[in-house]
């Protein structure tokens, strides 16, 4: 499955913004995808992730509680809104699918997306 990350731009502190991860492939809809960041001079980090059906979901890191991760299987589209955006969410975004439900390193993400910059101003 091959993915693209969409939808990041410049916003200021205290604004939504919803990340868009289009995937092509017929087998799209058996994958978990995840959501992932990457700041300057920091790791990859996790953030969200879904199961193959959208049943079920999952959260982590400084975004829990902030972002909600949906997905449309129909239009082979996930996507990650993200409120109450502050300065420290300025990062590289991506996406990833999985085989595996559950899983939060990067290891376990077989297929990555090119990420999209967001940039939150104070």
């Known amino acids: 499955v091959q993915l693209q990350a969409s939808g990041g731009g410049l916003v200021q502190a205290g604004d939504s913004l919803r990340l868009s991860c289009t995937a092509s492939?017929?087998?799209?809809?058996?994958?978990?995808v995840g959501w992932f960041r990457q700041a300057p001079g920091k790791e990859r980090e996790f953030l969200a992730g879904?199961?193959?059906?959208?049943?079920?979901?999952s959260y982590a890191g400084s975004m829990r509680g902030r972002a909600t991760i949906s997905r449309d299987n129909a239009k082979n589209m996930v996507y990650l809104q993200m409120d109450s955006l502050k300065p420290e969410d300025t990062a590289v975004y991506y996406c990833?699918?999985?085989?595996?439900?559950?899983?939060?390193?990067?290891?376990?993400?077989?297929?990555w997306g090119q990420g999209t910059l967001v940039t939150v101003s104070s």
């Open positions: 990833a699918a999985s085989t595996y439900w559950g899983r939060t390193q990067m290891s376990d993400f077989g297929s």
């Open positions: 492939g017929r087998t799209f809809s058996s994958y978990t």
């Open positions: 879904i199961n193959w059906s959208g049943g079920m979901t």
